[in-house]
C-alpha cells in the first residue's frame, strides 16, 4: 500500500506560493488530500493576500486535491488533541489537518515544527 498525505494549509500554501518545500508538497500531491477546515484555511489566506476569488478556484482545482468534509470523528479527534497540543499553540486548523490524517492512516505535511514536539495521532512531515 502506498503512502497517503493530508496537507495542512500552511502546506499547501507553501506549493502555491512556491516557498521552500513546495517541491515536497509537488511529489505528494498525486497521494494527497486536503480537509475542509485547511481548505477554508488557504482560501481566507489568499483573499486577504489580495487573490481574486476565480483565481483561487483556478489554482486549486488545477491540483485536482480532494476536499475532505469534517465530519464528527474528526470533531471529536480534533478537540481531544486540544489538551496535547495547547502548550505548543496549535490552532482549531492545525489539530484538525492531524485528526483527519490519523483517522486516513496518513501523513500530515506542515510547515509548522512545533507538530513534531509532541506524540502526534499519525506520522507528521516537516517541510522546513
Not at 518545500?21 to 505528494?28: K, L, T
Request: proline share 2%.
Amino acid at each position: 500500500m502506498s503512502e497517503s498525505y493530508i496537507l495542512d494549509a500552511s502546506a499547501l500554501l507553501c506549493l502555491l506560493q512556491e516557498e521552500k518545500g513546495a517541491e515536497r508538497v509537488a511529489r505528494a500531491l498525486p497521494a494527497a488530500k486536503i480537509g475542509a477546515v485547511n481548505y477554508s484555511e488557504v482560501v481566507g489566506k489568499l483573499v486577504e493576500a489580495g487573490v481574486d476569488e476565480a483565481k483561487i478556484d483556478r489554482l486549486v482545482d488545477a491540483l485536482h486535491l480532494t476536499v475532505v468534509p469534517f465530519d464528527r470523528t474528526q470533531a471529536r479527534l480534533t478537540g481531544l488533541l486540544r489538551a496535547a497540543t495547547r502548550r505548543l499553540g496549535l490552532s482549531l486548523g492545525d489539530r484538525a489537518c492531524l485528526a483527519l490524517a490519523s483517522a486516513e492512516g496518513a501523513t500530515a505535511l506542515t510547515c509548522d515544527r512545533s507538530w513534531t514536539k509532541f506524540e502526534s495521532p499519525c506520522r507528521v512531515e516537516a517541510l522546513r
